[in-house]
């Protein structure tokens, strides 16, 4: 008991602070040398824990469980193709305010909060309004956390009606089932025995750490490919549609050029018919002029012949 009276004076307060961190460093120690007898057991009967068979149960809720996240890791991804577009800036709005919040408690706390010792009093330092404890850029900081919590309520709450309006036949993705060691596309996981064995072939915890870490990291690369892929598709299909409709756009102009050229020789054949109709024909005048001619001397000639019958 009087190693614990710190203020007693004298040598009780160096043993004191000496006998709490033996005791902290003691139950390091203890947990450290826990967790390598527990492995190194393992290790050694490997083959005797493989052979136990994994319980019905157990396993099923372990698929249930690991569709649910699997399925909720797919309809909550920000490459998703149907994530909506008014959620990205909402939770990028989130993560800056909880990110000021953050760096305004850890480096510049006087600016928020009023420097209190616990041998102050309310009276004599905060003229006895705990109030006034807190500064206005504090209550922006409070201000900011409020908004991430919400931010965080609404998306776990959008996440949950998206996973239940999820229908039973939908496909997770193939970077999301490789990152959560699952073996089918209906996101059952692998059986006991499985893991035990790829955790054998991998060569202990750190390993298994490692390539749990390489699988996150391919499934973060997969998906960032694949939200690349989609959107090339996308832009390619813009571009043949624009394509297309310029194609179609230049058909249509040349088939309106072709018809009015074609009015055009039309209505100048007409008038050029309607002309030639209109001028009269050349030599068809002088022709009644010689039938007239040739007709006049006969009568003359009768005449003549009349006359000099008579006389």
């Known amino acids: 008991v009087r190693v614990l009276k710190v203020n007693e004076g004298g040598l009780w307060g160096p043993?004191?602070?000496?006998?709490?961190?033996?005791?902290?460093?003691?139950?390091?120690?203890?947990?450290?040398?826990?967790?390598?007898?527990?492995?190194?057991?393992?290790?050694?009967?490997?083959?005797?824990?493989?052979?136990?068979?994994?319980?019905?149960?157990?396993a099923e809720a372990d698929r249930a469980n690991a569709r649910t996240v699997a399925v909720t890791l797919a309809r909550q991804s920000w490459f998703a193709d149907d994530f909506p577009f008014w959620m990205r800036p909402v939770l990028v709005s989130g993560a800056v305010a909880m990110s000021v919040c953050v760096y305004v408690l850890a480096?510049?706390?006087?600016?928020?909060?009023?420097?209190?010792?616990v041998t102050d009093t309310v009276e004599d330092k905060l003229n006895g309004d705990i109030g006034n404890l807190i500064l206005d850029f504090g209550w922006v900081c409070i201000g900011l956390l409020a908004y991430t919590i919400i931010v965080l309520v609404l998306f776990g709450r959008w996440t949950a009606r998206r996973v239940r309006n999820t229908p039973d036949d939908f496909v997770v993705p193939s970077a999301i089932m490789a990152a959560m060691e699952v073996n089918d596309a209906t996101g059952a996981p692998a059986s006991q025995s499985e893991r035990r064995e790829k955790k054998k072939s991998g060569g202990g915890l750190?390993?298994?750490?490692?390539?749990?870490?390489?699988?996150?990291?391919?499934?973060?690369?997969?998906?960032?490919?694949?939200?690349?892929?989609?959107?090339?598709?996308?832009?390619?299909?813009k571009e043949r549609l624009k394509a297309n409709a310029e194609f179609k756009d230049e058909t249509e102009r040349k088939k309106?050029?072709?018809?009015?050229?074609?009015?055009?020789?039309?209505?100048?054949?007409?008038?050029?018919?309607?002309?030639?109709?209109a001028k009269p024909r050349k030599g068809s005048e002088?022709?009644?002029?010689?039938?007239?001619?040739?007709?006049?001397?006969p009568h003359r000639k009768s005449s003549s012949a009349a006359d000099t019958e008579m006389t």
């Open 15 to 58: 043993v004191s602070s000496v006998t709490l961190a033996v005791a902290g460093l003691s139950q390091l120690v203890s947990l450290l040398a826990a967790m390598y007898f527990v492995s190194e057991t393992a290790e050694q009967h490997f083959d005797e824990l493989a052979a136990l068979p994994d319980d019905e149960e157990v």
């Open 107 to 117: 480096v510049a706390d006087d600016l928020a909060f009023e420097t209190f010792a």
């Open 206 to 237: 750190a390993a298994s750490v490692a390539n749990a870490t390489e699988r996150m990291l391919r499934a973060d690369k997969d998906a960032e490919l694949e939200a690349n892929a989609a959107k090339q598709r996308k832009k390619d299909l």
């Open 256 to 277: 309106e050029s072709e018809r009015s050229a074609k009015g055009e020789s039309a209505e100048e054949t007409s008038k050029s018919r309607k002309s030639s109709e």
């Open 286 to 297: 002088p022709k009644r002029k010689r039938t007239h001619s040739k007709s006049s001397k």
